[in-house]
T-cell receptor, first 117, second 114 residues
Framework: AQSVSQHNHHVILSEAASLELGCNYS??????LFWYVQYPGQHLQLLLK??????LVKGIKGFEAEFIKSKFSFNLRKPSVQWSDTAEYFC???????????????FGTGTLLAVQP | DSGVTQTPKHLITATGQRVTLRCSPR?????VYWYQQSLDQGLQFLIQ???????AKGNILERFSAQQFPDLHSELNLSSLELGDSALYFC?????????????FGPGTRLTVL
């Protein structure tokens, strides 16, 4: 069965610090990878996604993530965080399936990021 | 605003009761998903529909059921409610049901069971 691990549960940073949030998944086949963000009191929003191609993916708001197949990882990075980045970040994976069967997202437990001004 | 709407925003009910949560997908999206977010279980996939048909099932309890109607809106029915069913229930939608289709999430319905 697929699973996703996010090792950092709470991260506290000062503004302008660099961010890296870890995400590892377990699945032997081809996967699609996602990072979603949930701002306080709001719904989940897609930050970025990886399906294939360049393993370095750029998303919205200056975020990027790197897919390292050999490490089963998809870490999220941002060079300089802002107070407005305070939110919960979720890594998610689904199995690539051909024939269009299902689109079941498996989420990690989330990382709560607090950015101090 | 993702374009996915969910009603109601909040629901408070008692154990043993039955509730219905409603979701309208983004215009043009044919696939709808339900997720449950709770403190102990995190975000868990419940069920997926595509054009009115069930496509995939996750950890959905037998007390829970869902359907997608011809106008593509979906309802999640929760019955014989227990305290542990208190959670945020998210609906998401995508254009197609494939794994490469991005899911767009609604604002959620917060269910409190007392």
């Amino acid at each position: 069965a697929q699973s996703v691990s996010q090792h950092n549960h709470h991260v506290i940073l000062s503004e302008a610090a660099s961010l890296e949030l870890g995400c590892n998944y377990s699945y032997g086949g081809t996967v699609n990878l996602f990072w979603y963000v949930q701002y306080p009191g709001q719904h989940l929003q897609l930050l970025l996604k990886y399906f294939s191609g360049d393993p370095l993916v750029k998303g919205i708001k200056g975020f990027e993530a790197e897919f390292i197949k050999s490490k089963f990882s998809f870490n999220l990075r941002k060079p300089s965080v802002q107070w407005s980045d305070t939110a919960e970040y979720f890594c998610a994976v689904n199995a690539m399936n051909y024939g269009g069967a299902t689109n079941k997202l498996i989420f990690g437990t989330g990382t709560l990021l607090a950015v101090q001004p | 605003d993702s374009g996915v709407t969910q009603t109601p925003k909040h629901l408070i009910t008692a154990t043993g009761q039955r509730v219905t949560l409603r979701c309208s997908p983004r215009s043009g999206d044919l696939s709808v998903y339900w997720y449950q977010q709770s403190l102990d279980q995190g975000l868990q996939f419940l069920i997926q529909y595509y054009n009115g048909e069930e496509r995939a099932k996750g950890n959905i309890l037998e007390r829970f059921s869902a359907q997608q109607f011809p106008d593509l809106h979906s309802e999640l029915n929760l019955s014989s409610l227990e305290l542990g069913d208190s959670a945020l229930y998210f609906c998401a939608s995508s254009l197609r049901p494939e794994s490469t289709d991005t899911q767009y999430f609604g604002p959620g319905t917060r269910l409190t069971v007392l």
